[in-house]
């Protein structure tokens, strides 16, 4: 990822990773890809009741180059598939994937003709979030799951090598997230 | 028909679908067997000696009731090829059903909505409906409600599938635009005279009539837990 | 001055502009037409709607709405489940109007049955399916502020939805999709406190609408955003087939609770809302005063309530699990339970037979109508005999609406499309299914 790559490997590497990725975690941009029910959801969560603002979600940037977190909500039909794969792309890293739902995770309960069977076999996706629709207060609990995964994320190749047999444990959401 | 009594001897891979209704009487799909739909396997509970016959509603007789026979001579008193277009009037569940033949289905939409003691204006709805096993299996279905009387009639033609050809009733009833072409993207019937018959719901490039009942469900084996389940077209499963 | 490479192209001649060479382009073509392509990733295009516009400077000489990004195969996944699962897929159709869905599937299924819903299941019914119409009117308004910028509107709409979801959650178990309105009647009983609950919604509701009023009703950016707005008049409704509230703001008092009555609208004291205006300004104000005339609907259920079975006698057809909230949360209740493993063999088979294989439907075909939020919701239902539908068609009025489209829009200016597509209120998970 361009400027990673040649900052040297050290202790300074780790501090900076670790700031870099709170950074990153804390003002997480949703693009807007929501399709069909979970899109409902999707929108109550950054309502006033479920507000992603405490997040720093609030923003759900529309256009994909200004956002870093593509929630697929919603169940992708064969026609919708090129569209999701050519958003994504135009997201520039770093970029996360969060399918939402069922349907997005797996085709849900339509596994038939018209639905991609999830859409891992589109883009690479970071995190699952089951449900049918899934509540919000679910979609927050993949939201800050996610969050403890960036701030666990090795900063550049030379960082990832270290960190290789590391293993992120993804915590229950009774736990807090405080940093 | 006699059926087989034990399910093994239908031909492997080949499922009986039922049908509803027929074009002659003498042109009736064959009847259903069993219960389960098994094949391939020893069927021990007796189920499999079930035969149930194709419907065949019978055409009704007057007076239909209510204000279906209003509807009906005044269609007849209207157009004057009535007889030759309609070929059967069923009345089921309070509702009336004209089968027309297709040559005749745009004409009959100008008058059911033009003549003062008809006025049916609103074109509710086109869709079709495939009868695997009949000679015409494909069934476009026309609902239409007078705003007027507060009446509803359902015209119903059929065509085959080596000659799916209808005439539009766009000029008409300008709402069929995108109900016929969704009738054509999910059967294969192909509406002359319409504005522009293209692919609504499905990509443009995709191949075949997904609502006709021998295109698959299309779904892929599902693992839980270790274990596979076929997609719902596979299953096992009730009739 | 760069060149901008050209080619032609069965349209015309294509340009590919990079940069630094638009005076290039401006010189060669006489008019400023551009293809603008709109969607379906759009944050105002209400979902996944694909608009492809001509353009002349700003005003939209042609528009072609391209749908199909959503659609499902609901129609054909309910020919392989049994008729009560239907209820599951088909819910999900229009997704915020999921009662009138069930509905609408479920008289359709009696009516070919030849069973009526108890009159308690009725009226649960019509109350859960004028809630919903509220729940959907504010996820209408929402979306629409927020389209035009005001996006506090937004979060008021989202707000006012919330409580009608809390009543959902209490009733029916999801705020979603509920799967609450089967073949027969209805899934489980009011709980004991869903009438007072209610009746605190309702004044909810009536302080959320007043509130509304207060921010928008005569706010004059909001108001000239919408007024002479994409104008529709009752014979292009018709003619294109536009129901709901597009067709009642042109003038035309249409609506199926009052002109074919069904679960005993009738018996209800309710006004249909008209204006005669046919633009954006109508439509909204039509929809603030339909969530009204729903409020009234819901009280006079509540008054009318009274104890009763909520599903159908025939034990081979209704539902016949009832549910209760245990320790490891919602499924059957201990008595049903003991009731098929103790007492009545009979039960355990008629629940075993109707949920492995479902009750089985007499053949013939109806088409049945309710009015939803977006307009006439039909349903064409055909059965074989047997225990899966044979062909289950949705006549959704999000599909038909979407047509008016281009009637409204062309002529317009781009930013008059805006409030358009929020005022034709399409859910393209109804309009593709």
Known sequence: MGLEEKLPDGILLASVEKIVNWTRKSSLWPATFGLACCAIEMMTFGAPRFDSARFGMEVFRPSPRQADLM??????????????????????????????????SSGGMFNNYAIVQGVDHVVPVDMYLPGCPPRPEMLIDAVLKLHHKIMNEPLGPKRAKRLEDQHVELVPSSQKFAR | MTGPENPTDQPAGEVEKATVFSDAPADLPAPKHGMFGVEGSGDTTGFGGLVREPWNPPPAQR????????????????????????????????????????????????????????????????????????????????????????????????VSVEDPHLPSVTAVYPTADWQERETYDMFGIVFDGHPALTRILMPDDWDGFPQRKDYPLGGIPVQYKGATIPPPDERRAYR | MREAPSRQTTEGKVYNVTGGDWEDVLGEIRDDRI??????????????LRLVFELEGETVTDCRPVIGYLHTGIEKNTEFRTWTQGVTF?????????????????????????????????????????????????????????????????????????????VFELITGLRMNHAYIRPGGVAQDLPEDAPEKIRDWIKEMQRELAELDRLVGAQPIWVNRLKDVGWLGVDGCIALGITGPLLRAAGL????????????YETFDFEVPTDDRGDSWSRFVVRVAEMHESLKIVEQVLDRLEPGPTMVDDPKVAWPAHLSIGPDGMGNS???VQKIMATSMESLIHHFKLVTEGFRVPPGQTYTTVEAPRGVLGAHVVSDGGT??????????????????????????????????ASVDSLMGGCDR
């Open chain 1, 71 to 104: 929630i697929v909500a919603g169940r992708v039909s064969q026609k919708m598939a090129p569209v999701l794969r050519q958003i994504y792309d135009q997201m520039p890293d770093p970029k996360w994937v969060l399918a939402m739902g069922v349907c997005a």
């Open chain 3, 35 to 48: 293809v603008v392509n709109f969607g379906p990733q759009h944050p105002s295009s209400h979902g996944v």
């Open chain 3, 388 to 421: 899966r539908p044979y062909r289950v068609h949705f006549r959704e009025p999000s599909f038909v609406n979407i047509q008016c489209l281009p009637a409204l829009v062309e002529g317009g200016l781009l930013s008059d499309v805006i409030p358009c597509i």
């Open chain 2, 63 to 158: 007076p239909y009731g209510g204000y279906f026979d209003e509807v009906v001579d005044a269609l007849a008193a209207a157009y004057p090829q009535f007889d030759a277009a309609v070929e059967k009037v069923v009345v089921d569940r309070g509702e009336l059903t004209l089968h027309v033949a297709r040559e005749h289905v745009r004409e009959l939409a100008q008058v059911l909505r033009d003549d003062p003691a008809l006025r049916f204006e609103l074109l509710s709805s086109v869709s079709g409906v495939d009868y695997l096993g009949t000679r015409n299996r494909l069934h476009a279905v026309y609902h239409l409600t007078s705003m007027t009387y507060r009446r509803r009639v359902r015209l119903e033609a059929a």
């Open chain 3, 90 to 166: 088909l819910t999900r159709a229009d997704y915020l109007s999921s009662f009138f869905n069930e509905t609408v599937y479920c008289l359709g299924v009696e009516q070919l049955l030849g069973v009526e819903a108890p009159a308690r299941a009725q009226l649960i019914r019509v109350l859960m399916m004028e809630m919903n119409r509220v729940s959907s009117h504010w996820t209408t308004i929402g979306p629409t502020g927020m389209e035009l910028g005001a996006l506090t509107v937004m979060t008021n709409s989202m707000r006012a939805r919330e409580k009608c979801l809390d």
């Open chain 3, 334 to 336: 201990l008595e049903h």
């Open chain 3, 253 to 264: 008092p249409w609506d199926l609770r009052k002109t074919e009555p069904y679960l005993g």
